[in-house]
C-alpha cells in the first residue's frame, strides 16, 4: 500500500511538474504568430501615426511581425469592440487606445457597448494638448474676436469633428458651453479624422476646427492656417507664439487631453501582460523610438498601468459631466 501511495505521489509530482513547465514553455514562447495593433482611425492621422510607430518598436524589439489594423467609422465602437470583444484575449489582438476610445466612448453612450472595465491598461504613451484654428484668412485674428463672433452667431459656426464623442467635440462643446453657447445650436460635421476636417477647413466648408498642436503644426508652419489658441497650463513649445486660453481670457477651460497608449481584453494571462508593460515602458525610453516621435511632434509621456487605469477614470467622470450637454449628445 505504502508503495502504491509513492507512485501516486511520484505522478502527481511529475505531472505538476509537466504542467509548469509547459507554462513556461508557453510564456517564453510568446508571441508565436504574427500581432495585430487595431487603430480607430483613418491612415494619416495622429492616431494612426503613433500607432505605426508603436507597431514599429514592438516588431523591432520582439522581432516579429506587428502590423496596424485601421477598423474606422462609428464613433470607434468597431475598432474597440474587434479589439476587445471579438478577439481572443491571447495577446495577438492588441488595441491602440486613446481618450476617445476610453473615457469619451463611455461618457458619450448611454449603453457603451464596450466599458472600461472591459479591458487591461497597458500604458500611456504619447499626450498632447488641443488647440483651435482657423482658415488664414478669416475674419478672426484672436481667440477673443472669435469667442465674441460665435456668442452672437451661434447659428452661423460649423465645426469638424470624428463623432458625437471625439476629441473635438468634447474641446469645442466645453468652449461654447463656458461661453453661454448651447452646442447643439452650432452646426457639427462629423467625418474621419483631421485628413477629412482639414480639407473642409481649407475649403471653408467649416469654420473652426479643435486638433492636437501636432496636427495643426504643418499648416501652421505653411501659413494656410491661424492657430488662435491652445488649452493647456503653458505655451506649447512646437507653436510658442499661440497664446494659451487662460492668457485670453478663458481659464475656466480644462482642456481635452488627447493621449495614445496600448490596451488588451480583459481575461488576457497574465505574462502577456507582463510583457507588454515592459515592452511599452522601453519604448518610452528607447532612444530612437524618442527621436522619430519627436520628428513627427508627438510628446512621449509615459504613464504605466495602474497611473494610467486612475487617470482614465479621472477623466471619464469629467466627459460625462460634459457629455449631455454636447451637440450630438441623445437625448
Given at each position: ?5 509513492l ?5 502527481g ?8 513547465g ?6 517564453a ?12 482611425a483613418t491612415p494619416?492621422g495622429?492616431?494612426d501615426?503613433?500607432?505605426?510607430a ?28 474587434y ?6 484575449p ?10 476617445i ?18 479591458r ?9 494638448p488641443?488647440a ?5 484668412g478669416a ?10 463672433w460665435?456668442k452672437?452667431?451661434?447659428?452661423e459656426l460649423?465645426?469638424?469633428?470624428t463623432?458625437?464623442?471625439g ?5 469645442i462643446?466645453e468652449w461654447l ?17 483631421w485628413?477629412e ?16 498642436v501636432?496636427e495643426?503644426l504643418p499648416?501652421a508652419?505653411a ?17 510658442p ?11 475656466q477651460?480644462?482642456?481635452?487631453d ?5 490596451s ?48 482614465v ?12 450637454k ?6
Open positions: 500500500m505504502k508503495v502504491k501511495h507512485v501516486v505521489s511520484l505522478l509530482i511529475v505531472m505538476l511538474v509537466s504542467m509548469a509547459a507554462s513556461l514553455a508557453a510564456e514562447a510568446y508571441p508565436t504568430r504574427p500581432i495585430e495593433i487595431v487603430c480607430s494619416g495622429g492616431n501615426t503613433t500607432t505605426r508603436m507597431a514599429e518598436f514592438v516588431s523591432r524589439r520582439w522581432n516579429h511581425p506587428v502590423t496596424v489594423i485601421n477598423k474606422p467609422g462609428g464613433a470607434t465602437v468597431p475598432a474597440v469592440h479589439a476587445l470583444k471579438e478577439s481572443k491571447d495577446g495577438y489582438t492588441v488595441l491602440s487606445d486613446s481618450h476610445c476610453s473615457s469619451f466612448m463611455v461618457a458619450a453612450m448611454k449603453n457603451p457597448p464596450v466599458k472600461l472595465e472591459d487591461i491598461f497597458l500604458g500611456r504613451i504619447n499626450l498632447l488641443v483651435f484654428a482657423v482658415k488664414t475674419q478672426w485674428k484672436t481667440f477673443k474676436e472669435l469667442s465674441d460665435a452672437a452667431n451661434a447659428k460649423s465645426w469638424g469633428t463623432g458625437a464623442h476629441t473635438s467635440a468634447f474641446a462643446g458651453i463656458a461661453l453661454g453657447v448651447n452646442p447643439a445650436d452650432t452646426r457639427m460635421v462629423t467625418g474621419g479624422g485628413n476636417a482639414s480639407v473642409r477647413l481649407l475649403g471653408g466648408h467649416i469654420l473652426l476646427a479643435s486638433q492636437t501636432a495643426f499648416l508652419r501659413g494656410r492656417i491661424r492657430v488662435l489658441a491652445v488649452v493647456a497650463p503653458k505655451r506649447n513649445p512646437l507653436l507664439d499661440v497664446p494659451t486660453a487662460a492668457e485670453v481670457g478663458y481659464p477651460l480644462k482642456g481635452v488627447w493621449w495614445t497608449g496600448l488588451l481584453p480583459k481575461g488576457t494571462p497574465q505574462h502577456i501582460v507582463d510583457k507588454w508593460v515592459k515592452v511599452i515602458e522601453e519604448m518610452c525610453k528607447d532612444p530612437v523610438f524618442l527621436e522619430k516621435s519627436a520628428k513627427l511632434d508627438y510628446g512621449v509621456a509615459y504613464m504605466g498601468p495602474k497611473e494610467l487605469t486612475k487617470y477614470y479621472e477623466q471619464a467622470d469629467f466627459a460625462k459631466q460634459l457629455a449631455p454636447l451637440a450630438g449628445a441623445k437625448k
